[in-house]
């Protein structure tokens, strides 16, 4: 079975400091990653993933993700935060495990408030 | 990214009445897509995933009678929420992939159900 465990509820960053949300992963087999943000009332929106490759993954709105393997984590970064960065984000993993099987599993989610 | 989009956006209806929701995929064949649920302030519950031209196959304590899912097409799949109960009152979600191992998924923006 996979899991994948985001261990803050909540994280606040002032506007224009760095920001990390946390994700750690279960899998077996090779990881697929991905992370999601959702505004309110919204489906959810892609922001990043890891494949294969290197293992800091750029993504949308100046986010980036790091993969690391023997930690299983991939948090994800950014360097300057700002207010409309506000929101709710989804780590998932996903494992190829054969035809048909690409199921996503969800963390509960970390709500990240940026500060003015 | 690829659009999925999902209709309607809310929807308010009678108890014991029925209500369909339909996902579709604008820019690509979706084989698969998936439908969840997704509760106040927690994550995505996988209700369902949904094959084009078979059946879904339905998540453990999720009643196939009731949500009944329909995947007539590469770019259309619909969940009828049958006999609604305001129980059912629920943020519903689905999403859809392009075909390939690597591709990530793509969600709707989502729909409010409320039953009253």
């Known amino acids: 079975a996979q899991s994948v465990a985001q261990p803050e509820d909540q994280v606040n960053v002032a506007e224009g400091n760095p920001l990390t949300v946390k994700c750690t992963y279960s899998?077996?087999?090779?990881?697929?990653l991905f992370w999601y943000v959702q505004y309110p009332n919204r489906g959810l929106q892609f922001l990043l993933k890891?494949?294969?490759?290197?293992?800091l993954v750029k993504g949308s709105y100046g986010f980036e993700a790091e993969f690391n393997k023997s930690q299983t984590s991939f948090h994800l970064k950014k360097p300057s935060a700002l207010v409309s960065d506000s929101a709710l984000y989804f780590c998932?993993?996903?494992?190829?495990?054969?035809?048909?099987?690409?199921?996503?599993?969800f963390g509960k989610g970390t709500k990240l408030s940026v500060i003015p | 990214g690829a659009v999925v989009s999902q209709h309607p956006s809310w929807v308010i209806c009678k108890s014991g009445t029925s209500v369909k929701i339909e996902c579709r995929s604008l820019?690509?064949?979706?084989?698969?897509m998936f439908w969840y649920r997704q509760f106040p302030k927690q994550s995505l519950m996988l209700m369902a995933t949904s094959n084009e031209g078979s059946k879904a196959t339905y998540e453990q304590g999720v009643e196939k009678d009731k949500f009944l899912i329909n995947h007539a097409s590469l770019t259309l799949s619909t969940l009828t929420v049958t006999s609604a109960h305001p129980e059912d009152s629920s943020f519903y979600i689905c999403?859809?992939?392009?075909?390939?191992?690597?591709?990530?998924?793509?969600f709707g923006q989502g729909t409010r159900l409320t039953v009253v």
């Open positions: 999403s859809a992939r392009a075909p390939g191992v690597r591709t990530e998924a793509f």
């Open positions: 820019d690509f064949q979706a084989t698969t």
């Open positions: 899998v077996s087999g090779n990881p697929y």
């Open positions: 890891y494949i294969t490759g290197d293992n």
């Open positions: 998932a993993v996903r494992a190829y495990s054969g035809a048909g099987s690409y199921q996503l599993t």
